[in-house]
C-alpha cells in the first residue's frame, strides 16, 4: 500500500511539474484528488486492509493528499504571477513616445452666450423651459394676444406649415403653454430656436435664436421689471453698465419697453461700436398684457407678470464684437476656433 501510495505522489508531483497551462494543472487535480480520482480509489480500497492497520494507512493517504495539493496551489499561484506579469509587460505605456496631437472642439459663441444668460437668470431663481419649434397658431399668435388680421402673422415673415401650424416665429408660445398649465408663480426663462422667413444678410436670418423670460406672481410691479433687467445687464456687460428703458408697444405686453444698455465699450462717451450714441439696444419687455393672462386661464385682478425677449445672437455679436451675423451659422472652423 505504501509503495502504491509512493507511486501515486511521484506520478502526481512530475505531472504538477510538466503542466505548463491551468488548464493543465485542474486535469492533474481531477485525475489524483477528484471523485474518480486515484487516491479516493485507494480510499475505497481500505476494506481489504486489516482493520488494525487501517488507521495507519488512512494517515498515509492524508498525507500523500496533503503534498500533493500543497504542490498544485505552490504551482498554481506561480503560474498566475507569471500570467499577470506577461499581461502588465503588453500593457506597458512607453512615455518617451512622441505623443498624437488631440485637438479639442470649441463651444459655439452662442452657446457661450447661451450658458452665459442662462446662468444668470438660474442665479435669480428662474427655472430654463423649453417647447416645440414647430408650433400651433394658437399658441405662437392667438393667447399671445396676437389676432388674424395683426401685421406679425403676415405670411411674409411667418413659415406655415399648414393654416394652424407654424415654425414658431418666437419662444414665446412656451410662456402661454407654461401659463396654461396653471402652476403659479411662475418665473422662467424659455431660450430657443425660432424661424421667421428674412432674408440672409449681416443682421438677419431666417433661423435665429431668442430667450424669453416669464414671471407671474401676486404684486409684480414694473419696478420689479426694471431692477431684475438692469441686474441683468449689469452681470452681462459689467458692474458699470446703465440701462434705459423706452417706451414701445408689443401686443403680448402692456406698458412696453425696449432697453438699451450703456456702451460697454466707451462708458456711454460714444464711439464706433455704438454708432456715436453711446446707447444699445439689447432687448423688449413689458407686463404682461391682461388679456393675455385670461386666455391663459389666470386672474388678472390677482395675479401680474412681466415678460422680456433678448437676441441670443444679439448678445454673441455684441460681447464677443463680431460684425456679421452670418458667421454664426457658417461653422467656419478658423472662426469657431477663436473662442
Ligand atoms: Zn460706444
Not at 502504491?4 to 487535480?29: G, M, S, T, W
Request: proline fraction near 5%.
Amino acid at each position: 500500500m505504501k509503495d502504491r501510495l509512493d507511486q501515486i505522489k511521484k506520478d502526481a508531483l512530475a505531472q504538477i511539474e510538466a503542466a505548463d497551462a491551468l488548464e493543465k494543472l485542474n486535469d492533474v487535480k481531477v485525475k489524483y484528488l477528484g471523485k474518480k480520482g486515484e487516491l479516493t480509489a485507494v480510499l475505497k480500497s481500505m476494506k481489504d486492509v486489516a482493520p488494525e492497520d487501517r488507521p495507519k494507512v488512512g494517515q498515509m493517504v492524508n498525507e500523500t493528499r496533503a503534498v500533493i495539493e500543497e504542490m498544485l496551489e505552490a504551482t498554481k499561484t506561480k503560474m498566475e504571477k507569471a500570467i499577470r506579469e506577461e499581461k502588465l509587460k503588453q500593457e506597458v505605456i512607453d512615455v518617451t513616445l512622441p505623443s498624437k496631437k488631440s485637438s479639442v472642439g470649441h463651444r459655439h459663441p452662442n452657446n457661450i452666450a447661451l450658458e452665459e444668460v442662462e446662468r444668470i437668470f438660474v442665479g435669480m431663481g428662474y427655472e430654463v423651459v423649453e417647447g416645440p419649434e414647430v408650433e400651433y397658431d394658437l399658441y405662437n399668435f392667438e393667447k399671445l394676444n396676437i389676432p388674424a388680421d395683426h401685421p406679425a402673422k403676415d405670411e411674409q415673415d411667418t413659415f406655415y406649415i399648414n393654416k394652424d401650424i407654424v415654425l414658431r416665429t418666437q419662444t414665446s408660445p412656451v410662456q402661454a403653454r407654461v401659463m396654461e398649465q396653471g402652476k403659479l408663480p411662475i418665473r422662467m426663462i424659455a431660450p430657443g430656436r425660432v424661424f421667421r422667413s428674412d432674408e440672409v444678410d449681416a443682421t438677419h436670418s431666417p433661423s435665429f435664436h431668442q430667450i424669453e423670460g416669464l414671471v407671474i406672481d401676486k404684486n409684480v410691479s414694473f419696478s420689479d421689471l426694471k431692477g431684475t433687467l438692469e441686474e441683468f445687464a449689469k452681470e452681462l456687460f459689467g458692474p458699470e453698465t446703465k440701462t434705459k428703458f423706452r417706451p414701445h408697444h408689443f401686443p403680448f405686453t402692456e406698458p412696453s419697453a425696449e432697453v438699451d444698455v450703456s456702451c460697454f465699450k466707451c462708458g456711454g462717451k460714444g464711439c464706433r461700436f455704438c454708432k456715436g450714441s453711446g446707447w444699445i439696444e439689447i432687448l423688449g419687455c413689458g407686463m404682461v398684457h391682461p388679456h393675455v393672462l385670461e386666455m391663459c386661464g389666470i386672474d388678472p385682478e390677482e395675479y401680474t407678470g412681466f415678460a422680456f425677449g433678448v437676441g441670443l445672437e444679439r448678445i454673441a455679436l455684441l460681447k464677443y464684437e463680431i460684425d456679421d451675423m452670418r458667421l454664426l451659422y457658417e461653422n467656419d472652423i478658423r472662426f469657431l476656433k477663436q473662442f
